[in-house]
């Protein structure tokens, strides 16, 4: 007869077999003990091969292992950059988050910082003016590179070669103007905003302006923006002082990455 703690640690276990199994692992590998063979994993996990196949399979077309000859196994690329990748992500926050503050209490309105992955916009950080009409977008957030001031920063990193693989398999005409329709269209925009090094965005009630920010090898790392309600915004002379704050703001991260 089962106890209430036993009927309740049941009715409670949430936790996913498959899932544990993969992640135990790849927690296997170390310094010591590059390599593994499927049948070694099995005999750590307590389970059989055929139990472990298909997890191992599938580890390794996501890239997280990699196999070497016949039944052998390494970990993959995938690892290495997903590590690397949050912890710069991490690095760039905690370098801009002052700056981006500090724009924020200058002029009144919200600031954001972003990153590319693939075609998205990744919002990593806010800085939220407390004002009614102030522009709020969450962390987490992804949108369309080509739809927003920061994406098209962020894809002007990209020379035409690397442009065109990216959006090999991308339609771009499902978006309302002034997103461009056709990839010779957005090529032709990320060149003027190369020349121009900003770039100026008008949605429904808001408008943005977004200046990239560059790493140690002077490549676009990051971007970011102030945004306001257009009542705001409007006005040329304010707008010609926000883009001189924004630029000189990233400036400042981008000496701080190693930037010139």
Request: charged share 25%.
């Amino acid at each position: 007869m089962r106890s209430d703690d036993e009927t309740t640690e049941r009715e409670t276990d949430y936790r996913v077999p498959s899932l544990q199994r993969g992640l135990a692992i790849l927690q296997m590998f170390n310094a010591a003990r590059r390599n593994l063979s499927m049948a070694e994993m099995a005999e750590r996990l307590g389970v059989s091969v055929s139990a472990i196949y298909r997890i191992v399979h599938t580890l390794c077309e996501m890239g997280y292992l990699r196999k070497l000859g016949k039944n052998n196994y390494e970990l993959g690329p995938q690892v290495v950059s997903d590590g690397f990748g949050y912890l710069t992500s991490r690095d760039l926050v905690d370098v801009a988050l002052p700056h981006l503050n500090a724009l924020r209490d200058r002029t009144s309105l919200s600031c954001h910082l972003s990153i590319r992955e693939q075609t998205d916009s990744l919002y990593l950080y806010r800085a939220f003016a407390a004002q009614r009409l102030s522009v709020n977008i969450p962390i987490g957030t992804r949108i369309p590179c080509h739809c927003t001031a920061m994406g098209r920063m962020l894809l002007s990193g990209l020379n035409d070669s690397q442009l065109d693989n990216l959006y090999q398999h991308v339609r771009l005409d499902d978006y309302p103007p002034p997103a461009p329709r056709t990839l010779p269209e957005l090529r032709a925009m990320l060149d003027q905003d190369r020349e121009r090094g900003w770039v100026l965005h008008r949605s429904d009630y808001s408008t943005a302006i977004a200046c990239a920010v560059h790493d140690h090898r002077g490549a676009v790392t990051a971007a970011i923006n102030l945004s306001g309600p257009d009542a705001v915004m409007d006005d040329e002379t304010a707008r010609s002082h926000y883009r001189q704050a924004l630029q000189q703001c990233a400036r400042a991260i981008s000496r701080e990455l190693g930037g010139g």
